[in-house]
């Protein structure tokens, strides 16, 4: 009798000993965690109304426009990769304890450049970069920034690619006009991606 409750007791710690874990972060050390990430499949750009709705979109680039109304909105088209994960093991359960890792980009942008086929001001002819011109704000599953930020310093440090980028501009335009923007994405794996916007009128 004692050698069987002595049997059982054994397998119960050994069944602790050889508990699996969740794989996230603050699992303990020894935790090979793969979380789940996303690929880029698409950069699709489209005009955005502040504070408005996608009903006045359509409208709205139909007549004139103010420049601190608009914006762009960039929203990744993700894809899922291939998922790698390793169980980590404790002698005491520690599913409750983990974090889950949450899903991010494994890419980083190389670089984000906004053109339009009309001359911006004295300082952003047509065909050049307008960059300048433009702050960006950003929200992404493990992280935000709402608070409007220079473009070019934001790319300046290669970020993670985010789930949506928010381009406002910051000045107006020389001179009321029509405007065709093309927004190109570079990434740091060298996919590029282009997308050709329908004509606006910005006012001043």
């Not at 950069?43 to 009903?55: A, F, Y």
């Not at 520690?94 to 450049?113: K, M, S, T």
């Not at 493990?142 to 501009?169: G, I, M, W």
Request: proline share 7%.
């Amino acid at each position: 009798m004692k050698k069987g409750i002595f049997c059982t007791g054994l397998l119960l710690l050994l069944g602790c000993a050889l508990m699996v874990g969740c794989d996230g972060m603050n699992c303990g050390s020894g935790t090979s965690t793969y979380p789940d990430v996303q690929g880029v499949s698409g950069m699709p750009v489209r005009l955005e109304l502040v504070n408005g709705t996608l009903s006045t979109i359509e409208t709205a680039v139909r007549d004139t426009l103010r420049f601190d109304v608009m914006g762009l909105q960039l929203t990744t088209e993700k894809r899922w990769l291939s998922l790698r994960k390793k169980a980590a093991t404790s002698i005491l359960p520690i599913a409750y304890a983990c974090d889950p890792v949450p899903p991010e980009f494994r890419e980083r942008l190389a670089g984000v450049y906004v053109f339009s086929d009309t001359d911006y001001d004295a300082f952003s002819p047509a065909g050049d970069t307008l960059n300048p011109v433009f702050d960006v704000m950003f929200t992404s599953f493990a992280e935000e920034n709402l608070r409007p930020t220079d473009l070019t310093t934001f790319l300046a440090s290669q970020p993670l690619v985010k789930d949506v980028l928010y381009l406002r501009p910051k000045s107006p335009p020389a001179h009321a006009g029509t405007h065709r923007f093309t927004v190109h994405f570079y990434l740091t794996n060298g996919e590029f991606y282009e997308v050709v916007l329908d004509p606006v009128t910005i006012g001043v």
